[in-house]
């Protein structure tokens, strides 16, 4: 079992920056595959950003067009997503996942076992 734990979401005016903590706990966290997604009211959830255990990392480009950034501090457990330039549009709750891909790296949501319980980001114009 994995439990995460996002923090840092809150409210910004466009143009501004945040970053987005999660913190894991449980079994080996650089075993896993991490990702951010993100869910805006009335829309799916969407792929924001994933890494793997060799730092390996994919965007969803269509959304974050470069602005985003995931990082994982191994020794610290915990893996961030540093946002800039926010537009009103990132506004969503963002969610923290891990998966067990074996060092592959995927944004098919069906994939992560472990899910957090969501950081809200709101974007104001």
């Known amino acids: 079992q994995v439990q995460l734990v996002e923090s840092g979401g809150g409210l910004v005016q466009a143009g501004g920056s945040l970053r987005l903590s999660c913190a894991a706990s449980g079994r080996t966290f650089s075993r896993y595959t991490m990702g951010w997604f993100r869910q805006a009211p009335g829309k799916e959830r969407e792929f924001v950003a994933a890494?793997?255990?060799?730092?390996?990392?994919?965007y969803n480009e269509d959304s974050v067009e470069g602005r985003f950034t995931i990082s994982a501090d191994n020794a610290k457990n915990t893996v961030y997503l540093q946002m800039d330039s926010l537009k009103p549009e990132d506004t969503a709750v963002y969610y923290c996942?891990?998966?067990?891909?074996?060092?592959?790296?995927?944004?098919?949501?069906?994939?992560?076992?472990?899910w957090g319980q969501g950081t809200q980001v709101t974007v104001s114009s």
């Open positions: 996942a891990a998966a067990e891909l074996q060092g592959g790296i995927s944004y098919y949501t069906g994939l992560y076992d472990y």
């Open positions: 890494i793997n255990w060799s730092g390996l990392s994919t």
